[in-house]
């Protein structure tokens, strides 16, 4: 998994999805561990309002297609790019959205 975030600048975190799991509260939280370039622990929780936003994006037929193919057609997936960030997540990288808004 990969983590981005404009406090970092440029910076790209990688690292792995450790639990998921509902809290008292009935939030649903996720705990994370980076691996690289540093070792931080990160946690998010959903509140119980951002729930179905979740489910209506994990449901969407592109994305639910993209995942089947992911996992049965793992040989024919494209080998990742070493930093995938800095070019699918453009509102997360200062110097690219800098060079998209445009001067008037």
């Known amino acids: 998994m990969?983590?981005?975030s404009t406090g970092l600048g440029n910076?790209?975190?990688?690292?792995?999805?450790?639990?998921?799991?509902?809290?008292?509260k009935g939030m649903l939280?996720?705990?994370?561990?980076t691996?690289?370039?540093v070792q931080w622990h990160l946690g998010?929780?959903?509140e119980p309002s951002d729930i179905p936003k979740l489910v209506k994006v994990i449901f969407k037929p592109s994305?639910?297609?993209?995942?089947?193919?992911?996992i049965f057609w793992i040989k024919k997936n494209p080998k990742e790019p070493e930093n995938?960030?800095?070019?699918?997540?453009?509102?997360?990288?200062?110097?690219?959205?800098?060079?998209?808004?445009?001067?008037?």
Not at 85 to 91: A, K, L, N, R
């Open 2 to 4: 990969r983590f981005r």
């Open 11 to 24: 910076t790209e975190l990688r690292g792995n999805l450790e639990t998921l799991h509902l809290s008292d």
């Open 29 to 33: 939280t996720a705990d994370f561990q």
């Open 35 to 37: 691996t690289e370039p």
């Open 44 to 46: 998010a929780a959903l």
């Open 63 to 70: 994305l639910v297609l993209k995942t089947i193919q992911s």
């Open 84 to 104: 995938l960030m800095s070019t699918e997540w453009v509102e997360l990288n200062p110097v690219k959205k800098d060079k998209n808004v445009q001067k008037s």
